[in-house]
């Protein structure tokens, strides 16, 4: 099992524990950087598996009890290198468009952005099947030449915004504001002290300290000061964002609350996405004649699933959360609601799946439910913690789901396991090599 989960695994830790590495670059050296060093690792890792595939290191004098030999080593390192090269570049392109876009558009941003990066799978496993069919090596090196093109494609045509612009169209806006509020301060001061209008009590105050600071319908729009008016931030907009990055976001009970529930909900979804394809082999695998061809084609359509239904999920979620933020005053987290309904009916169907006929449904709404995850909670981050320090803290956020992903995966690991036997004594063939299941959905289930 090592040598089938290492390779994985090395990825998971390049996407989601090197992302705030990728994260820091980006915040205080743009997006070119991080972006031409994931190019590098891209045609390094796909190059390097498609290399390995196609030309095996000798395995002579390695014991066979022994699971680090040089080939799994190879490949962990090719793995985690595309692991990187998604982190970084996932990163710095939302940290690039965020910067350039309104408050109000921020969610639609990380959603759009974050939705390529979900239809990728279904993009080029779809263009290596109908160019090369049945050909892995021609699929590694479509991989390979398709993702660093892009990516360095990407890295040259990407231009952020100066810093100085930015800067001056914010004073712009902060002088405009200041202008506005000394008209209201004059006229104030030319209203009479008392008349038969003046209610009892007078001013305007802080609804947090009303209804507390944690009201979450309040949080959304920018409350009054004692002024009348609203503190402007760094991009001219009337909010006050907590500029916390770094370690000392695990301080935060915001961020502590958002990492739990970014953990709750797409850890599981990680969970599915990595196990897919055991469940569909030991669903097909229940009674006698299956075949390991047709299983194979039904494990390719349910990644197909999973990519396209997961690039629903980002590009929608992120246009309704900003349409409801800023046409109905309902707050962006509200979203995480639907998300989480989602992924309690998947996983309510998969409980009672006994064949394949339904699965395919279960596999449409953990990439819906995955897909808005992963698009709502840059854009929470943004707006409790700032643009500052935009894609580190997103980085850190996203570690969430890795750690609670690995924790999911290895409780279904070990009840599959737990229900497995050695391939090699099955009487159909072929069957493969490692474990096999044949007990349905009694494989990951324990009642």
């Given at each position: 099992?090592?040598?089938?989960?290492?390779?994985?695994?090395?990825?998971?830790?390049?996407?989601?524990?090197?992302?705030?590495?990728?994260?820091?670059?980006?915040?205080?050296?743009?997006?070119?950087?991080?972006?031409?060093?994931?190019?590098?690792?891209?045609?390094?890792?796909?190059?390097?598996?498609?290399?390995?595939?196609?030309n095996?290191?000798?395995?002579?004098?390695?014991?066979?009890?022994w699971?680090?030999?040089?080939?799994?080593?190879?490949?962990?390192?090719?793995?985690?290198?595309t692991?990187?090269?998604?982190?970084?570049?996932?990163?710095?392109?939302?940290?690039?468009?965020?910067?350039?876009?309104?408050?109000?558009?921020?969610?639609?941003?990380?959603?759009?952005?974050?939705?390529?990066?979900?239809?990728?799978?279904?993009?080029?496993?779809?263009?290596?099947?109908?160019?090369?069919?049945?050909?892995t090596?021609?699929?590694?090196?479509?991989l390979?030449?398709?993702?660093?093109?892009?990516?360095?494609?990407?890295a040259?045509?990407?231009?952020?915004?100066?810093?100085?612009?930015?800067?001056?169209?914010?004073?712009?806006?902060?002088?405009?504001?200041?202008?506005?509020?000394?008209?209201?301060?004059?006229?104030?001061e030319?209203?009479?002290?008392?008349?038969?209008?003046?209610?009892?009590?007078?001013?305007?105050?802080?609804?947090?300290?009303?209804?507390?600071?944690?009201?979450?319908?309040?949080?959304?729009?920018?409350?009054?000061?004692?002024?009348?008016?609203?503190?402007?931030?760094?991009?001219?907009?009337?909010?006050?964002?907590?500029?916390?990055?770094?370690?000392?976001?695990f301080?935060?009970?915001?961020?502590?609350?958002?990492?739990?529930?970014?953990?709750?909900?797409?850890?599981?979804?990680?969970?599915?996405?990595?196990?897919?394809?055991?469940?569909?082999?030991?669903?097909?695998?229940?009674?006698?004649?299956?075949?390991?061809?047709?299983?194979?084609?039904?494990?390719?359509?349910?990644?197909?699933?999973?990519?396209?239904?997961?690039?629903?999920?980002?590009?929608?979620?992120?246009?309704?959360?900003?349409?409801?933020?800023?046409?109905?005053?309902?707050?962006?987290?509200?979203?995480?609601?639907?998300?989480?309904?989602?992924?309690?009916?998947?996983?309510?169907?998969?409980?009672?799946?006994?064949?394949?006929?339904?699965l395919?449904?279960?596999?449409?709404?953990?990439?819906?439910?995955?897909?808005?995850?992963?698009?709502?909670?840059?854009?929470?981050?943004?707006?409790?913690?700032?643009?500052?320090?935009?894609?580190?803290?997103?980085?850190?956020?996203?570690?969430?789901?890795?750690?609670?992903g690995?924790?999911?995966?290895?409780?279904?690991?070990?009840?599959?396991?737990?229900?497995?036997?050695?391939?090699?004594?099955?009487?159909?063939?072929?069957?493969?090599?490692?474990?096999?299941?044949?007990?349905?959905?009694?494989?990951?289930?324990?009642?």
């Amino acid at each position: 099992m090592f040598c089938v989960q290492s390779d994985p695994f090395a990825y998971v830790v390049g996407v989601y524990f090197f992302a705030p590495v990728s994260g820091w670059i980006a915040d205080r050296r743009g997006p070119k950087i991080p972006l031409f060093a994931a190019s590098i690792f891209l045609f390094l890792g796909y190059g390097g598996i498609a290399f390995l595939f196609s030309n095996t290191i000798p395995q002579t004098n390695i014991p066979n009890s022994w699971p680090l030999t040089p080939l799994v080593s190879a490949l962990t390192l090719c793995s985690f290198a595309t692991g990187v090269a998604g982190s970084a570049g996932i990163i710095s392109a939302m940290n690039a468009g965020v910067r350039v876009m309104e408050d109000k558009y921020h969610a639609s941003t990380t959603g759009g952005i974050n939705s390529a990066f979900g239809l990728s799978a279904f993009f080029f496993s779809t263009l290596a099947r109908e160019l090369f069919p049945g050909r892995t090596g021609a699929f590694l090196t479509v991989l390979c030449l398709g993702t660093g093109t892009a990516v360095l494609l990407g890295a040259i045509l990407v231009r952020p915004p100066p810093v100085g612009q930015i800067r001056l169209e914010s004073a712009e806006e902060a002088g405009e504001t200041e202008e506005a509020e000394d008209a209201d301060r004059v006229e104030e001061e030319q209203r009479p002290f008392w008349t038969e209008q003046t209610p009892l009590r007078t001013g305007t105050f802080d609804e947090s300290v009303l209804y507390g600071e944690r009201n979450p319908w309040a949080s959304q729009a920018a409350t009054p000061n004692a002024s009348g008016a609203a503190t402007p931030n760094a991009n001219g907009s009337r909010s006050n964002k907590a500029e916390v990055h770094g370690l000392s976001l695990f301080t935060s009970l915001d961020f502590l609350i958002i990492f739990g529930i970014v953990g709750c909900l797409g850890g599981p979804g990680l969970m599915y996405i990595n196990n897919v394809g055991s469940i569909v082999q030991a669903l097909f695998a229940v009674g006698e004649g299956w075949s390991k061809h047709e299983a194979e084609k039904a494990q390719a359509s349910q990644v197909g699933i999973l990519s396209v239904c997961s690039f629903v999920g980002r590009f929608a979620v992120g246009f309704l959360a900003d349409h409801l933020s800023h046409s109905h005053t309902i707050p962006r987290t509200s979203c995480l609601l639907l998300s989480s309904t989602i992924g309690i009916v998947a996983i309510s169907i998969l409980l009672n799946t006994t064949d394949m006929d339904r699965l395919w449904i279960v596999s449409a709404l953990w990439g819906v439910s995955y897909g808005t995850v992963f698009a709502l909670f840059p854009a929470l981050v943004l707006e409790r913690f700032g643009i500052e320090h935009f894609a580190q803290n997103a980085g850190l956020m996203g570690i969430a789901a890795a750690l609670f992903g690995n924790v999911y995966n290895y409780a279904f690991g070990r009840n599959f396991d737990n229900h497995s036997r050695p391939a090699s004594f099955e009487p159909v063939k072929p069957v493969g090599e490692g474990l096999i299941c044949l007990e349905g959905r009694g494989c990951y289930i324990t009642r």
